[in-house]
């Protein structure tokens, strides 16, 4: 963090708030401070970021979009998962919007989402969601790949816990 304040400062000063190298100093920097425990000061930097990227660009434009995905990511990394669900849900959305069907981003902002419905065990919303995508995911990742593996795992056990609860119920 000592090392990415002053770059980041200089960077804002030099280029401006509205410079996408600025934004990603402030995302180094508030890597840096989720590594270090000052999640606080993290999250506030993630957010800048993602809403001046909103803000120059606009919401639905594929340049901002991934600044979002950056902020969902750590707010998932750090337990925050309604929030996560919520900015994910916002990005698939806009992803929709702004890219052509079938763009690989799509897919992969989907399974960002997955997996925030999975961690959160949604398991309903996570059976249902995984529906519509585990068979553009197993297109899209190679086989090995962790996020094809992790949705096959996620989802067998989102099926396991429904099928115990409805065991429960009998």
Same mark, same amino acid.
Do not use: C
């Given at each position: ?8 400062? /200089? ?36 957010? #800048?970021? /993602?809403? &001046?990227?909103? #803000? ?52 992969? /902002? ?8 999975? &961690? ?9 969601? /995984? ?14 790949? &962790? ?17 115990? #609860?409805?065991?429960?119920? #009998?």
């Amino acid at each position: 963090a000592e090392l990415f304040a002053p770059v980041a400062a /200089y960077r804002e000063k030099a280029l401006g708030a509205d410079a996408e190298n600025t934004w990603i100093s402030w995302i180094w920097l508030a890597r840096a401070y989720q590594h270090t425990d000052r999640l606080k000061e993290a999250r506030a930097l993630f957010e #800048r970021a /993602y809403a &001046s990227a909103n #803000r120059v660009h606009g919401e639905n434009n594929p340049v901002a979009i991934p600044f979002g995905q950056t902020f969902g990511m750590f707010l998932e990394q750090t337990g925050a998962h309604a929030d996560a669900e919520k900015i994910r849900r916002t990005l698939l959305q806009r992803a929709r919007v702004a890219l052509p069907e079938g763009h690989i981003n799509i897919v992969k /902002y989907a399974w960002d989402l997955g997996e925030t419905l999975a &961690s959160e065990q949604h398991d309903e919303d996570t059976i249902a969601f /995984y529906a519509e995508w585990l068979p553009q995911w197993d297109r899209a990742f190679p086989v090995d790949d &962790s996020r094809r593996v992790d949705a096959h795992k996620w989802l067998a056990q989102a099926q396991a816990r429904r099928a115990e #609860r409805a065991a429960k119920k #009998r």
